[in-house]
C-alpha cells in the first residue's frame, strides 16, 4: 500500500501549514511507515493511505516520488 505523510523538517517548530511538506512511502501499514522514518527526525503530522482512485490522482503531480528508505 502507498502512503502520503504529512510532515515538518523540524520537530522543534509549531507546525505551520505553509510548511508542511510530503512525501509518499510503500508499506505495509502505517506503523511500518513511522518505523522506516524514525531517523529522519521529522515532526510527522499525518499518514494517510492512499486507495487507487487517490494514488492515480497524486501520481500526476510532478513532485510524485516513492521514498525509499
Do not use: C, G, W
Not at 502512503?3 to 523540524?10: C, D, L, P
Not at 501549514?17 to 522514518?37: F, G
Not at 510524485?64 to 528508505?69: D, G, H, P, Q, S
Amino acid at each position: 500500500m502507498i502512503f502520503k505523510v504529512y510532515y515538518q523538517e523540524s520537530p522543534t517548530e509549531i507546525p505551520v501549514r505553509e510548511n508542511t511538506k510530503s512525501l509518499y512511502m510503500e508499506a505495509d501499514e502505517e506503523k511500518d511507515v513511522r518505523n522506516k522514518l524514525v531517523n529522519r527526525n521529522y515532526n510527522i503530522e499525518f499518514i494517510q493511505p492512499l486507495d487507487e482512485a487517490h494514488l492515480n490522482y497524486e501520481k500526476q503531480s510532478e513532485h510524485f516520488t516513492l521514498e525509499n528508505a
